[in-house]
């Protein structure tokens, strides 16, 4: 069975939709998801769907679970490069996704993730500072 | 109204979902729908395959583009077998769901679509039929 690839960055987990993921995809990511963040402690996991051209309730559902079991395990949950053509459908669906974050791509993901668990972004300057 | 193209699918296991989407998305780019358009008609079509898998094990599905006023549309009709709906008002309703989920597939499908027809009778069955517009907001 196909599987989708889970990558770690730092405390971090990313994981990048490339298709349109049928049922059994899907939940197994749901799983795989679940195990990395227990496995891993990991402190945030960012999903980008910037290639995903539909989300119906199903994959609504997907996301939610992903958020809310990552919760319970201090981890929280950030939906990347959601395509405005795929948000505008979801709100007139009436699907409303409880926890879960949104970010225009990675890199603002990767920002609201550390914002959200407390994390200060990196001073650069400090940094060369300290390296001198 | 006037039917140009028409195709029959059978819906019968989960990977056909996918297949049906990416037809009625074939479909409504051949028309000329924007993608917002597209993209309301798949996810709608997406709710009502899975529901017809759901409660009645599968049933057919069928792709047209017709014309009405000059204007073309792509309208697809899902028709089982199965159980049917008692209340379909109480159907209808957001959040009403006998399979423990959110509810949403049959007013949300309503809502993405710009004509939406549902029948159903106990015992027999249900078919429900949308269309969008090329244009339709
Ligand atoms: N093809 C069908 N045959 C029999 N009953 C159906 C059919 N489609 C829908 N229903 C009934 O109508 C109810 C509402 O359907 P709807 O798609 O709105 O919500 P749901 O499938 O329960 O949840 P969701 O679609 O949000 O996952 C269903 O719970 C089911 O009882
Ligand atoms: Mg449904």
């Known amino acids: 069975m196909d599987k989708?690839?889970?990558?770690?960055?730092?405390?971090?987990?990313?994981?990048?939709?490339?298709?349109?993921?049928?049922?059994?995809l899907a939940l197994a990511l749901e799983n795989d998801l679940i195990n990395m963040v227990s496995k891993t402690e990991a402190r945030g996991v960012l999903i980008d769907i910037s290639a995903v051209s539909i989300v119906d309730s199903f994959m609504g559902r997907i996301l939610g679970n992903i958020a809310s079991m990552s919760k319970i395990m201090d981890a929280e949950t950030v939906v990347v490069g959601m395509q405005p053509a795929v948000a505008i459908t979801l709100v007139e669906l009436g699907l409303t996704l409880t926890g879960v974050y949104t970010a225009l791509d990675v890199e603002k993901g990767m920002e609201l993730l550390r914002s959200k668990i407390g994390y200060l972004p990196l001073d650069e300057e400090n940094l060369y500072d300290d390296l001198n | 109204m006037m039917t140009l193209t028409k195709e029959k699918l059978t819906i019968l296991r989960e990977p056909d979902v996918i297949f049906f989407r990416n037809k009625a998305k074939e479909y409504a780019v051949k028309i000329g729908m924007s993608l917002v358009g597209q993209t309301k008609l798949i996810t709608a079509a997406s709710e009502l395959v899975r529901n017809m898998l759901r409660y009645a094990n599968g049933g057919e599905a069928i792709l047209e583009i017709v014309v009405r006023n000059n204007i073309k549309g792509v309208r697809l009709t899902f028709a089982d077998k199965g159980p049917g709906i008692k209340d379909v008002k109480q159907a209808m309703q957001d959040g009403f769901s006998t399979g423990k989920s959110l509810g949403l597939g049959l007013p949300g499908a309503k809502r993405l679509s710009n004509e939406f027809d549902l029948k159903s009778e106990v015992g027999k069955g249900t078919t429900v039929t949308i269309i969008r517009w090329k244009n339709g907001l």
């Not at chain 1, 989708?4 to 059994?24: C, N």
């Open chain 1, 4 to 24: 989708i690839p889970i990558l770690k960055m730092g405390e971090f987990l990313l994981v990048t939709i490339q298709v349109d993921l049928y049922d059994r």
